[in-house]
């Protein structure tokens, strides 16, 4: 007997940020049993800190905007390897989930018209042939996460959406089938294990920037879903795809909009040179993010960086105006005051790129149904398992997402599964349960944890991983040197594995949480590690010094990488969407 | 070195709770208090308390330090240490379940009460629904609130009265929606408003404009809320 | 919307506008009294004053602005500090019996002050 309590739903979302709200609020407004498993108070996810906006063609900014344009940049941006099909998707999509976002009451910014205000955002054309700067990301000032995030809960709160609030889901239950029937998940307050079934399970559970020691992203990004997955047995893709924000603050990690770039800001080294005109002579300061980073970082090699260690660039915005800067870019002025002890309004906020969003996850198909590679290299649906948002990988981002095309991410694909479960339920799923030995299984990894003793500090050992991949696997990457990180990694696993849980109380232990998303960042790292060395090209974010050319010829492909083996694999890209022609590969400048 | 004195109270093994000495080397930098936290928690890993985003937009670190509410991850100690000591306490007034953990469940049941969606009975068009600039900027200084819960454990009417004054915070949410141009609920919103303790419990102390994390002035949201039933009563 | 029967006016803001009002009215009688003092008045000029209709009739006013202005007040006091929340049961009594004393005490108040005018 596994004796403890079991709860049941028709739906189960793993994660209350944008992703899994929006998808809960499908469902719930479907009038299925769901429920939202959060290890925070919803309005607490890290979407709350996405600030620039929504990039989508509801063609407020330009009536003639075309959301095949927004395609295109989308696909030229992920640097090819995005699935077109996903990406046609999202683009079309878009204005309808964000018009719903408005109807929902989301406090968008305004035109004089009263549309919704766009802010021009990198990466953004209009076409294939027309490389003007677009502005197509719809903004609520620069706390468009903020109410997004709000708006979503605020919905839920309406359609009377299940939350477990502070629940934390350990593992996936598996039943004898290899399908996923529920997670495993601990109430904080009271410590009550229980197993929680599902006929569809939702990872909606974000990134995991912590496995570097510099990062935008919240303290609770732990790839938690990515480590659950993993454990499982099932693959993840193009999990090399690191995206480091040019805009960071120095020291402190924060980040700071690319909308800066957007309403004007630009960057300068110590010469007070706008460097970027150098790097890319069209676009300048609103290249793709990859592109920006990289140059960033070049800069600050070569000797041409601020601050007494030259280990920084800055980002100019005084010559936006008091008034500019506080109405469109507030929480900037905000962050930069508070984190940078610059007034933006009078003096350059010191950047430094710095890692902020996981581009690979969980493999899906548009209806956010997860997906593994059989032996003939046919896709295979994971039974009961569905992922959307930043978890997972659809793959609208490839090897480079674009700014402000996360938000638009999570709400598409969040809405995009629960339309597909809801009308999956109204087919009937039928699965077998669980049985005993299944849910143990389940649970086994806390079991151990619970009755282990000794073990190493599980703070020294989070820091020893995350100084590990920032120096291994940062902006710039070299083969020799990654092998030598991957030792490195071996040597924690055992480490991490049986890390120190002193204080085996049951209210509120954070300490257990803790370990516990130290196993799930060590699993991400590894799968990062594994495959960013598998993969002998410069491609998107991800940049080999020594091989610095993009290999279309072996590598135009989503990378896969399998647990069991840790063995990296190949997964061909889409290039087949369904109403536009192919964007073929091209030389991507800016 | 500095001093910090730590609420502790944990319902598995203390009747009552206490307060913990811990020295922290703070690198004579002007850190964080949730920065002073990290460290505390790699010296005693059961101390509790909550945290997110580290850079006070999502609202969980609301703590009461040197006793003044606010978010721990945007305090620096340069601001809440007074004489090399720290005292660090959770938010008043709510149950504690944990150390610096506070039971937010009447906090949040306030704010569902007041309907915080927007409500409108009119078929929404193809598009957005248009909004001027103007309207638009009626919201500023009220969506912004992360529910961090500074303000209402900062409010002596709050604290009597948890179950029956809304507080400010989620009056602030209240006007939010009324000051909307796109509700079409104001009425039913001010009727279930009209009553001594849901909004008439605030007697403008104004703790809650003194310690919002975020600037925001729910005091004035408040009075607005006042001039709105008043307007619609006589 | 929290039902109370025990307030003055049952609605938030009748008791938030009667304060106010009743709040004004009493500053207006305590300064007229107040200058007429400082002015200086003897046992047969306060008498005169009393005896004009038009001061008995503001000093009614002044008396049951000040009734309703106790009433809400102590019973704002009552329903913050003596709750079953903060005292468990014994909380209801002892506001009910606060508030019984209250509303005697003004009652008191008033008739006796009706008939020092009129009496």
């Known amino acids: 007997m596994s004796g403890i309590r079991t709860i049941s739903f028709d739906g189960v979302i793993v994660g209350g940020g944008g992703a899994g709200m929006r998808a809960a609020l499908q469902l719930a407004q479907s009038g299925y049993k769901t429920a939202v498993i959060s290890k925070v108070f919803p309005t607490r996810s890290h979407t709350v800190s996405a600030q620039g906006g929504i990039t989508c063609a509801i063609a407020s900014a330009d009536p003639n905007d075309d959301w095949r344009w927004h395609m295109y940049d989308t696909v030229k941006g992920s640097d090819y390897i995005g699935d077109q099909d996903a990406i046609e998707y999202m683009c079309s999509v878009g204005p309808e989930a964000v018009f719903e976002l408005e109807h929902m009451g989301l406090p968008f910014s305004r035109t004089e018209e009263g549309r919704i205000y766009q802010r021009p955002f990198g990466g953004q054309s209009k076409g294939p042939d027309n490389p003007t700067q677009a502005a197509r990301t719809c903004a609520a000032a620069d706390r468009t996460g903020h109410a997004l995030l709000h708006t979503l809960y605020q919905g839920n709160m309406k359609n009377n959406t299940v939350f477990f609030n502070e629940w934390y889901a350990t593992d996936i239950v598996k039943n004898q089938d290899g399908a996923v029937v529920g997670v495993i998940a601990i109430c904080l307050e009271t410590g009550e294990t229980v197993y929680v079934k599902s006929k569809a399970t939702v990872f909606a559970t974000g990134g995991a920037g912590r496995i570097y020691a510099s990062t935008t992203n919240a303290h609770i990004n732990t790839g938690d879903g990515i480590g659950m997955a993993l454990r499982a047995g099932f693959p993840v893709q193009d999990i090399e795809m690191w995206q480091f924000h040019p805009t960071g603050i120095h020291g402190a990690g924060t980040l700071v909009t690319e909308g800066c770039r957007g309403e004007g800001g630009y960057l300068i080294n110590k010469d007070g040179e706008r460097f970027m005109e150098r790097y890319a002579p069209n676009a300048k300061d609103l290249a793709g993010r990859d592109v920006v980073a990289r140059s960033m970082v070049l800069e600050i090699i070569e000797g041409r960086g601020c601050g007494p260690e030259g280990d920084h660039v800055y980002l100019k915005l005084d010559h936006l105006g008091e008034e500019v800067l506080e109405s469109r870019l507030p929480g900037i002025c905000e962050l930069s005051r508070t984190f940078a002890h610059a007034d933006p309004v009078k003096e350059p906020i010191p950047v430094v790129p710095t890692c902020h969003y996981m581009m690979g996850g969980i493999p899906t198909n548009v209806h956010g149904q997860a997906l593994t590679v059989d032996a003939d290299g046919n896709d295979q649906i994971i039974p009961g398992l569905y992922a959307c948002g930043e978890v997972a990988c659809v793959s609208v981002h490839g090897a480079n997402r674009l700014g402000g095309n996360s938000l638009l991410d999570l709400v598409v694909f969040g809405r995009a599964s629960g339309l597909y479960i809801e009308s999956a339920l109204r087919d009937g799923i039928e699965m077998r349960d669980a049985s005993d030995s299944d849910i143990e299984q389940g649970m086994a990894r806390l079991q151990k944890l619970n009755e282990s003793s000794g073990g190493e500090s599980v703070a020294d050992l989070r820091k020893e991983l995350q100084n590990t991949m920032q120096n291994h696997f940062g902006v710039f990457r070299n083969g020799e040197f990654m092998r030598e990180g991957i030792k490195k990694l071996d040597d924690l696993r055992g480490r991490i594995e049986n890390a120190s849980l002193a204080d085996k109380s049951m209210a509120f232990n954070t300490a257990r949480i803790e370990a516990l998303e130290l196993h799930n960042l060590f699993e991400v790292a590894e799968a990062t590690a594994i495959t960013a060395e598998a993969r002998d090209e410069s491609r998107g974010a991800h940049a080999r010094e020594d091989f610095q050319e993009r290999d279309d010829e072996n590598w135009l492909c989503h990378s896969m990488y399998y647990p069991g083996d840790k063995r990296v694999g190949k997964r061909a890209v889409n290039f087949e969407p369904k109403t536009v022609d192919t964007f073929q590969p091209k030389v991507r400048t800016y | 070195m500095l001093q910090v004195s730590i609420y502790r109270y944990n319902p598995e093994t203390d009747s009552e709770p206490s307060m913990q000495d811990f020295q922290v080397d703070t690198g004579g930098k002007d850190l964080m208090v949730l920065d002073v936290l990290e460290l505390i928690k790699t010296q005693d890993t059961t101390v509790g308390y909550r945290r997110s985003c580290r850079e006070g937009v999502c609202g969980s670190d609301g703590l009461n330090m040197n006793g003044k509410n606010g978010l721990a991850c945007i305090t620096p100690l340069s601001e809440a240490v007074k004489d090399n000591k720290l005292v660090i306490r959770p938010l008043p007034g709510l149950p504690v379940i944990r150390d610096l953990v506070v039971d937010m469940s009447m906090f949040y049941a306030q704010y569902e009460k007041v309907q915080p969606y927007l409500q409108n009975d009119t078929p929404a068009p193809a598009i957005e629904r248009l909004q001027s600039p103007e309207d638009r900027e009626k919201l500023d200084g009220l969506y912004e609130c992360i529910l961090c819960a500074c303000c209402s454990t900062a409010c002596p009417s709050f604290w009597w009265n948890p179950d029956r004054f809304i507080g400010p915070s989620g009056l602030l949410q209240a006007y939010r929606f009324l000051a909307d141009s796109r509700d079409t609920a104001t009425d039913e919103r001010l009727a279930k408003l009209d009553d001594p303790f849901s909004v008439f419990r605030c007697h403008g102390i104004q703790n809650c404009v003194n310690v919002c994390p975020k600037g925001l002035n729910p005091t004035r949201a408040i009075g607005h809320i006042r001039n709105m039933l008043l307007s619609r009563a006589t | ?119």
Not at chain 3, 9 to 22: E, T
Not at chain 3, 31 to 59: H, P, Q
Not at chain 3, 106 to 119: E, H, P, R, S, T
Request: hydrophobic content about 55%; charged content about 10%; glycine content about 10%.
């Open chain 3, 1 to 119: 919307m929290v039902r109370s029967v025990t307030s003055f006016g049952r609605s938030g803001l009748s008791d938030w506008l009667v304060q106010r009002v009743s709040g004004v009215i009493l500053l207006a009688y305590f300064l007229y009294i107040g200058a007429a003092l400082i002015g200086g008045v003897d046992y047969l000029a306060w008498r005169e004053m009393f005896a004009s209709t038009g001061m008995r009739v503001f000093t009614l006013l002044a008396l049951l602005s000040l009734a309703a202005h106790a009433w809400i007040g102590m019973w704002a006091v009552s329903t913050d500090y003596m709750t079953e929340r903060l005292m468990g049961p014994k909380g209801n009594v002892l506001r009910i019996a606060f508030q019984i004393a209250c509303s005697l005490v003004i009652f008191v108040y008033v008739i006796w002050g009706i008939q020092i005018l009129w009496g």
